[in-house]
């Protein structure tokens, strides 16, 4: 009895089970999930660096953070004195209310953040024609939100091309989805009016929503410029069925729609090839905070052992 081998074929090593072949992503799948400050191609071993995570870490907030943080902490403790007064009085209760109090600002962060997630929803949901869902339709707090953001719809006759798309730019190494991309023939006109150029009534746009701060006083920082910079120079999009196509073009100022529980305002972002090399700037110096600087600084030198120390021991 004789057998045959096909050349180029091996067979598995004793005890080893042949490995299986990773079966290539399809449909929706295909769309690169965030993780952890990456985006992860399926399929390939190719990592795409978060744009939310490049500003975090790239950018300095200077005093800002800590002040505000402050303000919040002295604005608590100024509305809950005799809850304070009285804790400060019990060892056990105090370490509580100590940290309670030091925690401030980071629950208000999180409730904002929170709010800030469910308005997406509700805006995203109604971009795609899908129903919103019931638990945010009957939220007392988001209702003027989603107001706001019809009426936005109404006033400046929006047509939206797309929303929350995951974008990227595999050779500059980054990721991130936008809110949406948009048309409007008023907004076409009232940037072509405040930039003094030509603006196309069809141009396409590229959006984003805030939901912080105050209306007419803060909540719209420069980072929103970089963000959409960013966005605007990714070279691929996935749709959401997950199909890979080139990123489409968009005019060189987006807009940030401010809303907020009072109202909304628009608010022009020039995201050009200036604001987009700076976020590549950024992009470098996320990539020393979180990488080269922690390996600079090592443990303290030891004086040597010199000849006659040897000698002696």
Not at 62 to 89: C, H, K, Q, R
Not at 116 to 131: C, D, F, N, R, T
Not at 305 to 311: K, L, Q
Request: proline share 6%; hydrophobic share 40%; with cysteine.
């Amino acid at each position: 009895m004789s057998t045959s081998t096909t050349v180029g074929a091996s067979a598995p090593a004793a005890g080893r089970r042949p490995r299986k072949t990773a079966s290539a992503p399809t449909g929706t799948d295909r769309i690169p999930k965030p993780s952890q400050g990456w985006y992860r191609v399926k399929g390939t071993d190719l990592k795409l660096r978060r744009v939310t995570t490049i500003l975090e870490q790239g950018t300095s907030k200077g005093d800002a953070l800590t002040f505000w943080a402050g303000n919040i902490t002295a604005e608590t403790a100024m509305a809950n004195l005799p809850y304070l007064v009285s804790s400060s009085l019990y060892p056990d209760q105090r370490t509580e209310a100590y940290d309670w109090l030091r925690r401030a600002h980071t629950r208000k962060k999180d409730e904002r953040k929170d709010v800030g997630s469910a308005v997406h929803k509700l805006i995203e949901a109604h971009v795609l024609g899908k129903p919103m869902p019931a638990e945010l339709l009957t939220n007392e707090e988001l209702a003027p939100f989603l107001d706001h953001f019809l009426t936005f719809v109404e006033d400046w006759k929006v047509t939206f091309e797309a929303s929350e798309m995951v974008v990227g730019n595999e050779a500059q190494g980054y990721a991130g989805t936008l809110d949406y991309l948009l048309r409007s023939p008023l907004i076409a006109a009232a940037l072509a009016d405040y930039f003094d150029t030509e603006v196309p009534a069809d141009t396409v746009f590229c959006g984003d929503t805030k939901t912080g701060g105050e209306l007419d006083v803060k909540g719209v920082y420069p980072e929103a410029s970089l963000q959409m910079a960013a966005y605007r120079k990714a070279k691929v999009a996935w749709l959401k069925d997950g199909t890979k196509v080139p990123m489409p073009d968009t005019f060189w100022s987006g807009v940030v729609l401010h809303l907020r529980p009072e109202g909304y305002r628009l608010i022009p972002a020039v995201a050009d090839d200036a604001v987009f090399d700076a976020f590549l700037t950024v992009k470098r110096n996320a990539e020393w905070t979180s990488g080269l600087s922690k390996t600079v600084i090592r443990p303290a030198l030891t004086l040597p052992v010199t000849t006659s120390e040897e000698r002696a021991a």
